[in-house]
């Protein structure tokens, strides 16, 4: 309905989400001054914060852990402001020395002329976290970190991530049948691109500076997407695009931690091999942090996602029809080793049990529409918010806005499965369907493409008490559950 960043200033909240932090200086400054003082590098993050990538958020800390403080890596996030090509820019920032270190995902190498990666990103190849760990505990990645050095950049560790499985708005994707037509969000990766159209679908890149996922998805703009399970609950409306396949990986979200070359070759001895350290301990970790698929599993449920498994047949369909893929692969001498090498490995890890799809995972509430009696909640609500209300649960920075923002009254009108937002200290009136299912009222959000999802408990005076679902942002949360809305009418 309402955001909560019109109407203070900013919130703590908002400030954490973020997660990052930009050295001061020029980058590529080493800041080591003194005596005692530890030398800074710069990471240039393409994600808002390293909650999206906890490999990477576990090297920083290991760096600064293995160097007893000596070494700090600074993380200055939103690399590339979110651009299509910030995957590939990230890399030629780091070349040209406007940051020391990056991660980048390892798909995104094949369009800078790397093809070393490529086994990584063949589909339906690596498709277990087993597998993931024994590749990355083989001497491949460091084969295939070699080919980076072309590009200005030193390769310190390949990293692991979560397996990205097909998600869809409308149906699950099973068999290839499924995928025919669908307008399939595309990655910059010739290898995922090449996928998307061997199973007939239609490649479609989200342009810059125009609508998220989750708006794309509600204009039709897009039908479905690949992601892991961590990035769909952290950067999706989890019921603009509930279905998802549960035994499907596609391939990991794998990427490469890089260095500028020349600041690698002007460290120390001892700040070389802190940063090597830090980067095969991340590497020895990072499936088994991105291995935590039973848990988001829950939360995606919880959250209005719908669960489902391909049969033997769908699988086997979606193997054969990927087969193209393969055949432009193994034109790289290179390329089909590394997959030939994969797929010996794949034969000798023990078969990961199935991902368990919780029994009690409940159909989601569908976005523009009523899924249960919406009439009981008809009515009008409202809360007021508070100068201490803001100063308790977010941050009040600027006083001149004091007398126009506080007391700030919110208003919610619901009426026949639709409602209405308006908010005093602002001009916004915000609008929508909402839907009910059991204890849960979930509104659709049509000018963001959000959907936030509540549990919800009528008090005997009709006052409604919304509890959030996760995820959600903080400002809303904010703003929709603070307070219990107070029935006026």
């Known amino acids: 309905m309402y955001r909560i960043r019109n109407v203070v200033a900013v919130l703590a909240v908002l400030a954490v989400l ?67 090509d910030a995957d590939q820019r990230v890399v030629h920032d780091v070349a040209a020395g406007k940051a020391d270190l990056a991660w980048a995902p390892t798909r995104v190498f094949e369009t800078l002329g790397v093809n070393s990666f490529q086994g990584l990103t063949a589909p339906l190849l690596v498709d277990s976290y087993a597998l993931q760990r024994a590749v990355l505990a083989s001497d491949l990645p460091g084969q295939m970190l070699r080919g980076v050095e072309p590009l200005g950049v030193t390769g310190l560790a390949v990293l692991g991530g979560g397996l990205r499985k097909p998600i869809a708005a409308k149906r699950p994707l099973l068999g290839p049948a499924d995928w025919r037509g669908l307008k399939f969000e595309a990655k910059r990766s010739t290898t995922q691109v090449n ?64 260095a500028n070359s020349k600041r ?37 449920c919880a959250a209005g996602g719908r669960f489902t498994n391909a049969a033997a047949a769908d699988l086997d369909a979606l193997r054969q029809a990927v087969a193209p893929v393969y055949a432009e692969l193994d ?63 977010g941050t009040v920075n600027d006083q001149q806005h004091l007398d126009d923002w506080y007391p700030s009254t919110f208003t919610m009108t619901l009426r026949a499965g639709r409602w209405e937002g308006r908010q005093t200290a602002s001009s916004e009136i915000s609008s929508g369907t909402f839907g009910v299912s059991g204890s849960r009222i979930s509104f659709d959000w049509p000018a963001t493409g959000d959907v936030l999802s509540f549990t919800f408990a009528v008090g005997a005076n009709g006052d409604l008490t919304l509890t959030p679902v996760p995820p959600m942002d903080p400002g809303d949360r904010f703003v929709w559950s603070l307070h219990s809305w107070t029935r006026i009418g």
Not at 280 to 295: G, M
Not at 355 to 364: F, N
Request: hydrophobic residues 40%; contains cysteine; glycine residues 10%.
């Open 195 to 258: 996928t998307i159209k061997a199973l007939n679908a239609q490649p479609t890149e989200l342009v810059k500076g125009g609508p998220s996922r989750s708006e794309a998805l509600a204009a039709g703009q897009i039908d479905a997407f690949e992601l892991n399970l961590l990035a769909y609950l952290l950067n999706t409306a989890v019921q603009r695009a509930p279905y998802v396949t549960a035994n499907i990986d596609l391939w990991p979200a794998t990427a490469a931690l890089v």
């Open 264 to 300: 690698w070759g002007g460290l120390s001895k001892d700040q070389r091999g802190w940063l090597t350290t830090a980067a095969a301990e991340a590497t020895t970790r990072s499936a088994q942090l991105a291995d935590d698929d039973a848990k988001l599993v829950k939360e995606a």
């Open 331 to 393: 034109r790289d001498a290179q390329t089909k080793t590394f997959i030939e090498r994969i797929r010996a490995l794949k034969a000798s890890v023990a078969r990961e049990p199935a991902l368990a799809i919780p029994a009690d995972c409940p159909d989601a509430a569908v976005p523009g529409g009523t899924t249960g009696a919406t009439g009981a909640l008809d009515g009008v609500y409202r809360w007021k918010l508070t100068v201490d209300d803001a100063r308790t649960h």
């Open 18 to 84: 973020g997660g990052c932090t930009v050295a001061s200086g020029r980058p590529g400054q080493d800041k080591a001054g003194g005596r005692g003082e530890p030398a800074v590098l710069r990471l240039a993050d393409i994600n808002s914060g390293l909650d999206y990538s906890p490999a990477v958020a576990y090297f920083v800390e290991r760096a600064a852990a293995v160097s007893h403080g000596q070494l700090k890596i600074e993380v200055s996030s939103g690399w590339g402001d979110f651009a299509q």
